[in-house]
């Protein structure tokens, strides 16, 4: 045997036991050692197969506009006070309008000239007076609104992603749709109501100095200072856990924003042995904290997560260091999620659930079954066709079919690819396509042997001349499933998927496979006739 068919036989030898090592935590995950499993993936299932959650979400892009409208309110303020331009309040109006209320026609013109040098994307509206007060009243261009839409669906999109990427959701499908929706799929999900939570929590994390000379009697009945805003802060007692909410009034402006976090942990309090999160500052916050909490030593600074205020600590000295922490008796689960939640960012807007399904495992199963049995029927009337039509010569397209089967498996979970149930589809499709190069093989070899040539001679003969056309057919195919995965989305991906890893694996083991076992066959023995 020539060294050559000893190189090549040793190939294909590593590539079967590769294989077989690659799909073992795929047929025996629980009997396999740790490190074997964590070498390599099992075949991820898409949702269809396994079962997990289908979700539609529409952001309110309005409260985007809004939310930026108030940034924009808190610069205006800044810098009307930098430039010593007289005004009597700057507020935002009717949702998405803002309006600077001056006192005379002189800071009526300060303030146009500001804006138009320091805001060119507000646009001015009609004045108006009120007694001896002029409103100037601004709004966002429409190009400004159109952008500031569009970036809060992207960045709620990645703000998505961020979470589930930590709360472990492996082969996840979130894309963008029309109308400001997001479309999510997440395959294998156990708890649905925690999913929900994950990603429908805006996240807004805010600390807010607290008002302590605020009656809370008359906030209760809607009579709020100007510039403040009614909280509740979530008490829990420690021995019975009996949760309350006690009533307190908060600056509406917000001292410090988690935007300026860097990192968020779960720790263990050892007094209480409860759960909290450790949160910590970058390096514009960190400044920022400290100043904060150095000008307000012995004042309440409350800890607000979208409006609710979770622990209101006074401050006894200047906290350096940007590191703080929130506190409110959670469970495990509630801590590691909150931590999930500010270190992936919040919400550029709030997000509502337009659309939840779940799809149950037993739906899946049934899929699965039904899948590997329309595999295995196919592969089975391939397989007698092959032997039947040609004999000897289709035992060796057996052998190279069941190797194709072997690869493709192995190549899903190699490439960590999600096999879907339209990828079940190509796979026996696959099956169907994978014996058509061994016919155009052994075809040639029969029309070789009608013209009189030996079996070795009609065997060489065969495989060149059906090389070329084997490969423009498959290549052409390939190209075609490329296409398909690269702009098709959902089911059309997954069949594209098995089908361009099933046409790269019928390729070798038609081509090469087949020619080695023809070559072993061959070698070292005269072959008078060749069973075809």
């Given at each position: 045997?020539?060294?050559?068919?000893?190189?090549?036989?040793?190939?294909?030898?590593?590539?079967?036991?590769?294989?077989?090592?690659?799909?073992?935590?795929?047929?025996?995950?629980?009997?396999?050692?740790?490190?074997?499993?964590?070498?390599?993936?099992?075949?991820?299932?898409?949702?269809?197969?396994?079962?997990?959650?289908?979700?539609?979400?529409?952001?309110?892009?309005?409260?985007?506009?809004?939310?930026?409208?108030?940034?924009?309110?808190?610069?205006?303020?800044?810098?009307?006070?930098?430039?010593?331009?007289?005004?009597?309040?700057?507020?935002?109006?009717?949702?998405?309008?803002?309006?600077?209320?001056?006192?005379?026609?002189?800071?009526?013109?300060?303030?146009?000239?500001?804006?138009?040098?320091?805001?060119?994307?507000?646009?001015?509206?009609?004045?108006?007076?009120?007694?001896?007060?002029?409103?100037?009243?601004?709004?966002?261009?429409?190009?400004?609104?159109?952008?500031?839409?569009?970036?809060?669906?992207?960045?709620?999109?990645?703000?998505?992603?961020?979470?589930?990427?930590?709360?472990?959701?492996?082969?996840?499908?979130?894309?963008?749709?029309?109308?400001?929706?997001?479309?999510?799929?997440?395959?294998?999900?156990?708890?649905?109501?925690?999913?929900?939570?994950?990603?429908?929590?805006?996240?807004?994390?805010?600390?807010?100095?607290?008002?302590?000379?605020?009656?809370?009697?008359?906030?209760?009945?809607?009579?709020?200072?100007?510039?403040?805003?009614?909280?509740?802060?979530?008490?829990?007692?420690?021995?019975?856990?009996?949760?309350?909410?006690?009533?307190?009034?908060?600056?509406?402006?917000?001292?410090?924003?988690?935007?300026?976090?860097?990192?968020?942990?779960?720790?263990?309090?050892?007094?209480?042995?409860?759960?909290?999160?450790?949160?910590?500052?970058?390096?514009?916050?960190?400044?920022?904290?400290?100043?904060?909490?150095?000008?307000?030593?012995?004042?309440r600074m409350a800890i607000v997560l979208d409006d609710t205020i979770y622990s209101a600590p006074v401050i006894r000295e200047r906290i350096g260091g940007g590191r703080a922490q929130i506190s409110g008796s959670?469970?495990?689960?509630?801590?590691?999620?909150?931590?999930?939640?500010?270190?992936?960012?919040?919400?550029?807007?709030?997000?509502?659930?337009?659309?939840?399904?779940?799809?149950?495992?037993?739906?899946?199963?049934?899929?699965?079954?039904?899948?590997?049995?329309?595999?295995?029927?196919?592969?089975?009337?391939?397989?007698?066709?092959?032997?039947?039509?040609?004999?000897?010569?289709?035992?060796?397209?057996?052998?190279?079919?069941?190797?194709?089967?072997?690869?493709?498996?192995?190549?899903?979970?190699?490439?960590?690819?999600?096999?879907?149930?339209?990828?079940?589809?190509?796979?026996?499709?696959?099956?169907?396509?994978?014996?058509?190069?061994?016919?155009?093989?052994?075809?040639?070899?029969?029309?070789?042997?009608?013209?009189?040539?030996?079996?070795?001679?009609?065997?060489?003969?065969?495989?060149?001349?059906?090389?070329?056309?084997?490969?423009?057919?498959?290549?052409?195919?390939?190209?075609?499933?490329?296409?398909?995965?690269?702009?098709?989305?959902?089911?059309?991906?997954?069949?594209?998927?098995?089908?361009?890893?099933?046409?790269?694996?019928?390729?070798?083991?038609?081509?090469?496979?087949?020619?080695?076992?023809?070559?072993?066959?061959?070698?070292?023995?005269?072959?008078?006739?060749?069973?075809?």
């Open positions: 045997m020539s060294n050559s068919i000893k190189m090549r036989g040793l190939l294909v030898l590593f590539l079967i036991v590769l294989s077989l090592v690659s799909l073992g935590p795929t047929f025996m995950k629980d009997s396999l050692p740790q490190w074997w499993q964590k070498a390599f993936d099992p075949i991820h299932l898409g949702l269809d197969l396994q079962g997990g959650m289908h979700l539609v979400l529409g952001v309110e892009v309005d409260k985007a506009v809004e939310s930026r409208m108030d940034s924009v309110v808190d610069q205006l303020e800044s810098q009307l006070r930098d430039k010593d331009i007289i005004y009597k309040r700057v507020e935002r109006v009717n949702g998405d309008q803002l309006a600077v209320i001056v006192y005379d026609d002189t800071a009526s013109a300060a303030v146009n000239a500001l804006i138009a040098d320091q805001f060119p994307t507000l646009v001015p509206m009609p004045d108006s007076r009120s007694g001896n007060y002029l409103q100037k009243n601004y709004r966002f261009s429409d190009k400004e609104i159109a952008s500031i839409k569009d970036y809060a669906v992207r960045q709620a999109l990645e703000t998505m992603r961020n979470r589930i990427d930590q709360f472990g959701v492996s082969e996840p499908v979130m894309q963008r749709q029309s109308d400001n929706r997001i479309l999510i799929q997440l395959p294998g999900v156990k708890n649905p109501q925690r999913a929900i939570d994950l990603l429908g929590k805006t996240a807004r994390l805010e600390f807010n100095m607290v008002v302590e000379d605020a009656d809370i009697q008359q906030a209760l009945q809607g009579n709020l200072p100007p510039g403040t805003k009614l909280l509740y802060e979530k008490r829990t007692d420690p021995r019975s856990h009996a949760v309350t909410e006690v009533p307190l009034v908060v600056y509406e402006k917000a001292a410090i924003t988690g935007d300026l976090l860097s990192d968020a942990q779960v720790r263990i309090d050892t007094r209480f042995n409860e759960p909290y999160v450790a949160i910590e500052f970058n390096s514009v916050g960190a400044q920022r904290f400290e100043q904060v909490t150095a000008a307000n030593v012995g004042k959670f469970t495990s689960q509630e801590a590691t999620d909150l931590a999930i939640i500010l270190r992936a960012g919040s919400l550029p807007a709030p997000v509502k659930i337009l659309e939840d399904r779940t799809v149950g495992p037993s739906l899946g199963q049934d899929s699965i079954d039904e899948g590997i049995k329309s595999v295995i029927i196919g592969a089975l009337l391939v397989v007698l066709l092959m032997l039947v039509y040609y004999r000897g010569a289709g035992l060796v397209a057996n052998v190279a079919l069941a190797l194709n089967l072997l690869f493709m498996l192995a190549m899903l979970t190699m490439f960590k690819a999600t096999l879907t149930l339209p990828g079940l589809a190509g796979i026996v499709l696959t099956v169907g396509m994978a014996v058509d190069a061994n016919v155009l093989i052994f075809e040639r070899i029969r029309e070789e042997l009608h013209l009189g040539r030996t079996p070795r001679v009609a065997v060489d003969s065969g495989f060149s001349k059906a090389f070329i056309t084997i490969v423009d057919a498959n290549i052409t195919t390939l190209i075609a499933a490329l296409v398909l995965f690269q702009f098709g989305t959902g089911p059309v991906k997954g069949f594209a998927v098995t089908l361009s890893i099933g046409i790269l694996a019928s390729m070798f083991t038609a081509i090469f496979v087949s020619r080695l076992i023809f070559d072993i066959y061959f070698a070292g023995r005269q072959v008078k006739k060749l069973s075809i």
